[in-house]
């Protein structure tokens, strides 16, 4: 089956600087990332995702890069807020798959 | 408002004393999933669900039942909780297959002693 993996598990960044954010999978059949967020007591939310047939999508500030070849996708955030601070989680998965492979999430803190 | 639903919040029970989860979304979505949140673990599917009557397991459903009755509701059941289901758990619906967005409830923390 897939496995995700992310890296780091933590990170803290100075308020105005970037945050890059890791992920690799196995499984060469997945075709869809999509990145979440979540917010101390609450679920995760989709931030922005990417497909196979992409190799980089922008959103604001924020942007995620595929690699099929070497099978890594990072997500990118430009110009850090306090409000970035949560935990943000890769996934994978196939189009026709029922399944969303997690990564171990990553904890962001941005500090004023 | 489009959303997912879990019951309750927060649950502390004791080893063995039969419990459920609730899970309701309004949006018509076919699929739904429960996930446990782990530390250092990220979200691990215990059980999904493609239809109202078609459930399957994911990658950790031992311990666990669920069922679905209806196409809103897909509740949670440990038979018999044990202190290592201690966890975070989340429900989430989707429309379709795997590309598409997921939507998650609050998510629902349950201590087992």
Same mark, same amino acid.
């Given at each position: 089956?897939e496995?995700?993996?992310?890296?780091?598990?933590?990170?803290?960044?100075?308020?105005?600087?970037?945050?890059v954010?890791?992920?690799t999978y196995s499984d060469?059949a997945?075709?869809?990332?999509p990145?979440?967020?979540?917010?101390?007591?609450? /679920?995760?939310q =989709?931030?922005?995702?990417?497909?196979?047939? &992409?190799?980089? +999508?922008?959103?604001?500030?924020?942007?995620v890069?595929?690699?099929?070849?070497a099978?890594?996708?990072?997500l990118h955030?430009?110009e850090t807020?306090?409000?970035?601070s949560a935990?943000?989680f890769?996934?994978?998965?196939r189009?026709a /798959?029922?399944? =969303?492979t997690f990564?171990g999430g990553?904890? &962001?803190?941005v +500090?004023? | 408002?489009?959303?997912?639903t879990?019951?309750?919040?927060?649950l502390?029970?004791?080893?063995g004393k039969?419990?459920?989860v609730?899970?309701?979304?309004n949006?018509?979505?076919?699929?739904?999933?429960?996930?446990?949140q782990?530390?250092?673990?990220?979200?691990?599917?215990?059980?999904?669900s493609?239809n109202?009557?078609?459930?399957d397991?994911?990658?950790?459903?031992?311990?666990?039942?669920?069922?679905?009755k209806?196409k809103r509701n897909f509740?949670?059941?440990l038979?018999?909780p044990?202190?290592?289901q201690t966890?975070?758990?989340?429900?989430?619906?989707?429309y379709?297959?795997g590309?598409?967005?997921?939507?998650?409830?609050?998510?629902?923390?349950?201590?087992v002693?």
């Amino acid at each position: 089956g897939e496995n995700v993996e992310q890296h780091p598990s933590t990170l803290s960044v100075q308020e105005g600087d970037s945050a890059v954010i890791k992920c690799t999978y196995s499984d060469s059949a997945s075709n869809y990332f999509p990145w979440y967020k979540q917010e101390l007591g609450k /679920g995760p939310q =989709l931030i922005i995702d990417i497909r196979s047939n &992409v190799g980089e +999508k922008k959103d604001q500030r924020i942007a995620v890069t595929l690699n099929k070849t070497a099978k890594h996708f990072s997500l990118h955030i430009t110009e850090t807020q306090p409000e970035d601070s949560a935990v943000y989680f890769c996934a994978a998965s196939r189009a026709a /798959g029922n399944k =969303l492979t997690f990564g171990g999430g990553t904890r &962001v803190l941005v +500090k004023p | 408002e489009a959303q997912v639903t879990q019951n309750p919040r927060y649950l502390i029970t004791v080893t063995g004393k039969k419990l459920t989860v609730t899970c309701s979304q309004n949006m018509n979505h076919e699929y739904m999933s429960w996930y446990r949140q782990d530390p250092g673990l990220g979200l691990r599917q215990i059980y999904y669900s493609m239809n109202v009557e078609v459930t399957d397991k994911g990658d950790v459903p031992e311990g666990y039942k669920v069922s679905r009755k209806e196409k809103r509701n897909f509740p949670l059941i440990l038979e018999s909780p044990s202190p290592n289901q201690t966890s975070l758990y989340f429900c989430a619906s989707r429309y379709g297959q795997g590309n598409t967005e997921a939507f998650f409830g609050q998510g629902t923390r349950l201590t087992v002693v």
